[in-house]
């Protein structure tokens, strides 16, 4: 069991290393954050997934949420989303 864990906390880290945006990078650090928090809760590997899946996703809103600062995000009137400096 504490091999699987490590390959997965493992592969997660490769995988940020090739984050490249904001939401990306949230939802690698969110998913490492809360698959480590899910071992030292839970103590076996159902625990360190659900908290992987769930600091990923967490991670990913945050990150989206912080966007490129001096940007704001715009919609036009077809609904396109588009960032724009405010």
């Given at each position: 069991?504490?091999?699987l864990?490590?390959?997965?906390?493992?592969?997660?880290?490769?995988?940020?290393?090739?984050?490249?945006?904001?939401?990306?990078?949230?939802?690698?650090?969110?998913?490492?954050?809360?698959?480590?928090?899910?071992?030292?809760?839970?103590?076996?590997?159902?625990?360190?997934?659900i908290?992987?899946?769930?600091?990923?996703?967490?991670?990913?809103?945050?990150?989206?949420?912080?966007?490129?600062?001096?940007?704001?995000?715009?919609?036009n009137?077809?609904?396109?989303?588009?960032?724009?400096?405010?």
């Open positions: 069991m504490k091999k864990t490590f390959a997965a906390i493992a592969a997660v880290m490769a995988l940020g290393v090739s984050a490249c945006t904001s939401t990306q990078q949230g939802a690698v650090i969110g998913g490492v954050g809360g698959a480590l928090v899910g071992q030292a809760v839970g103590g076996n590997t159902a625990s360190t997934l908290g992987a899946a769930v600091g990923t996703a967490a991670g990913a809103l945050i990150g989206d949420a912080v966007g490129r600062p001096g940007y704001c995000r715009y919609r009137s077809r609904g396109r989303v588009y960032e724009a400096r405010c």
